[in-house]
């Protein structure tokens, strides 16, 4: 599979088979997630790999009732070892680089026949309290990762003319 084949094909699954996610196919995941880029290759992310039932069902409740974070049979808890460094464009580096860390590993699931869904609508301290994630660390997002039960088709986006000027915005 080519990037922009994996790139089309990914989608948001919000459910899943109940199937377990082979170890193979998750640690070629999670090695993706690796190989991303960071701000001065700063690598703040680090990851909570939850595979426990009765763990997962706890991450429903902090991230908002969403139940299909419970049918996945993997939900990684994305976060950031980080000193909250900001970057001269005055952006925060660490919420970039795990989002492309993500990313990465989105693609990749789809390459391996999985899918997954980005999780931001959780409650960070809770979710901080079930995975004993110390004070210091930030969780940036969940992300569920499982076998799709079905895969929707076409996306719904903005056309190019939309979203791009060329040499200055006016
Ligand atoms: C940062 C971020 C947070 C998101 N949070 C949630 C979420 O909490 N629950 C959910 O069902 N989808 C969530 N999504 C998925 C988006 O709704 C989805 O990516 C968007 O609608 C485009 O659909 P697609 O991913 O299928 O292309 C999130 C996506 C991103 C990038």
Known sequence: MNVMEAIRKRHSIRSYEDKEVEEEKLNLILEAGRLAPSASNRQEWRYVVVRDRETRQKLVEAAA????????????????????????????????????????????????????????????????????????????????????????EGKTRKELGEIIKYERWS
């Not at 809770?126 to 799709?148: F, S």
């Open 65 to 152: 009732g969403q139940a299909f974070v419970g049918e996945a049979p993997v939900v990684i808890a994305c976060c950031a070892q980080t000193d909250g460094h900001i970057m001269r464009c005055g952006q925060p580096c660490y919420p970039i680089d795990v989002a492309i860390s993500i990313d990465h590993m989105t693609l990749k699931a789809v390459e391996e026949g999985l899918g997954t869904c980005w999780i931001g609508a959780f409650n960070e301290a809770k979710a901080k309290e079930i995975l004993g994630v110390p004070d210091e660390v930030r969780v940036v997002e969940l992300l569920t990762l499982g076998y799709p039960t079905q895969v929707p």
